[in-house]
């Protein structure tokens, strides 16, 4: 498998190889867009020396029926509008609410097998919306990390990434989008957690059962997603345990 | 030729042919790719990630039992367990130096903890794989970097249990844990290594060096990133007027006393010294 860096943003199959060519030949270019030039003169060129544009039109008969009268000109029906041609404006962004909720709904419910649909799918909106609302809950303490925040995501995004095309099968390759994707909308039970913490105060053991309950529970559904979509079975586990130590590092941030 | 370069340059802005800069961009881009392709290929780590958990959870198991192995017993060396346990010892000192309030110049704690644990096992493995080559020892660097990285498991068990468990002896449980299950680690090690090795004088001088480095790196863990929390504990529990349960309780609200306390523990530990 050769790594581009598009490979990053875009799965790419096992085989695509680089075959493009090395040297960079000005001359050959040069003759190709002459010839180019060459091939597209006989179709101005045409008989009597007239130019015809269309090929469809060879008549030397002034034809009446080819002149243009406005009245023939029937415009489109009513019903069609514009944007009928369009896609609708939140397709366009590619957001949409349907998969959004069910991927909501898949992390909080750890154990639910996911829907079809939504296993392969990548949005980033989600996971940036918990980010910050992450960010923002850690602002109750009092605490400014929302470097910490993006630090914390970028390094454990590259890892898991790595870890995850390493262990996945060469013909099921995930892109790092996708890992974004995943560990962002796992984040929720993280900012859950930290608004709890927020607005109770427990006893320290009580604190220390809940974020690893919590933390279980993001690194079950993050697992579960990963290796769903990228057909690992039998390795829950393996991924699960990358998942601990990444959510992990959020429950520091959020206890300390 | 040359009039030919004069020309591209020439007609570059005109007809939107690249320049020579961007022509050299996109030789250098491709040739660059090739070789990392090449030569950084992801694929040749592939194989030693393929593992099932029952297999890591027996070679965990194992890294603590020395059992000096069978001659013909041959294993196949995977890194998925030992970067894991790696991953585990950088959050385990990241919690330690957080405890310990330590503080990092130049960077911050999780790229120190991350540097001090890749660095050691990465630079040890080297290390050890130069001296076993001169040693004539018939271990391959994948090999190494195995064994090396399940031995760490004993530091995560130690590191882990001296964080979270504060006694008034605290350094005998340490020591304690240190000796014994350190040591277990090392001893298994040292086995492995040294049944690769021929030469009896090399075997001894290798399994020195092996356990030297590894129980010296327990200790370096322990010491530089453990030791203020314990003292500060210690002065905390002696006052008697801050009660303290567990470690996760933070020292944060006797920030106004800390000052005092950590003065008069630093007398207490003069007078130790004296």
Redesign the interface.
Known sequence: ????SQDFFSSSPYNQQ?T?S???D??Q?QQQQQQNYSLSQPYTQYSNDNFIPSPYNFNSQVNNNQFYYPNHYIPPTATSNQNDDEPPLLEELGINFDHIFKKTKSVLNPFAIPDLSIRDDIDLAGPLIFCLIFAFSLLLFGKIHFGYVY??VT?GTFGMY??L???AS?DKSCSGLFVISVLGYCLLPMVILSFLSFLFKFN??I??ILTIIFILWCSISASKLFTISLAMI??Q??VA??CV?FY??FA?LT?? | MPNNNNNQQTTSLESGIPSVGSIVWTAGRTRAQQAINLYANIDYLRPYFDVEPKEILHRLFHALIPRWPLPDENFKPELYGPSMIVFTLAAILIYQMKLASHSVQDGTLIGASFLVCFGYWIGSSFAISSVSFVCNTHLSLMQILHINGYALFSHCIVLFLATFIHTGHDHLLFYGLWCIVGGAAAVRMMFVIMTRTINPRYRLLLGLFVSAIHMFFLLYLHFAYHELAEIVSHALNNEGTVPIDLPVKPVLPVVSRLVDVVSQSNDRLMARNN
């Open positions: 498998m050769s790594w581009n680089y493009g090395i040297s960079y000005f001359q270019q630090g914390i390094l790595g870890l095309n390493l262990m060469s320290s053991f604190n220390i039998g390795q586990l393996l345990y990358p130590l992990g590092v520091l206890m300390f």
